[in-house]
Nanobody, 127 residues
Framework: QVQLVESGGGLVHTGGSLRLSCAAS????????MAWFRQAPGKEREFVAG????????NYANSVKGRFTISRDNAKNTAWLQMDSLKPEDTAVYYC????????????????????WGQGTQVTVSS
C-alpha cells in the first residue's frame, strides 16, 4: 500500500509561485500515473494536472494551463507541481493521487481513476 505525503503549500500573494511536492512510500509508483487535484471550500474536488508513468504525457485543467507544470522523478518516487502566476481562485487544498491502473498512456481527469491519496496541503493566494 502506498502512502503519499504532500508538502510545499503556504500563503502567497497574487502573482507569486509555489512548488508542491508529493513523496510516495510503501511501494514504487514508477509504473503509475500521478495527478494533482484541489478542493476549495464548498466545492467539489477537481482535477488540476496529471502525468503518465513515464512522464511522457501530461494534462492540465484549462484554468491552470500555462501557469502550472507537473513533473516526476521515478527514481525518487516523487512528483511535483510548480505553480506560477498564482491567482486568488487557486486557493484550495491540493491533493496528490496515484492512478489505480499501471502503465496507462493517458491521463485521467476523473478522480475515480485514482485509488491512493495524500492528506492534502493548503494553498492560499491573497489578493
Amino acid at each position: 500500500q502506498v502512502q503519499l505525503v504532500e508538502s510545499g503549500g503556504g500563503l502567497v500573494h497574487t502573482g507569486g509561485s509555489l512548488r508542491l511536492s508529493c513523496a510516495a512510500s510503501g511501494r514504487t509508483v514508477s509504473w503509475y500515473g500521478m495527478a494533482w487535484f484541489r478542493q476549495a471550500p464548498g466545492k467539489e474536488r477537481e482535477f488540476v494536472a496529471g502525468i503518465v508513468w513515464s512522464g511522457g504525457t501530461t494534462n492540465y485543467a484549462n484554468s491552470v494551463k500555462g501557469r502550472f507544470t507537473i513533473s516526476r522523478d521515478n527514481a525518487k518516487n516523487t512528483a511535483w507541481l510548480q505553480m506560477d502566476s498564482l491567482k486568488p481562485e487557486d486557493t484550495a487544498v491540493y491533493y496528490c493521487a496515484v492512478d489505480s491502473v499501471a502503465l496507462r498512456i493517458v491521463v485521467h481527469t476523473d478522480r475515480r481513476a485514482y485509488d491512493a491519496w495524500g492528506q492534502g496541503t493548503q494553498v492560499t493566494v491573497s489578493s
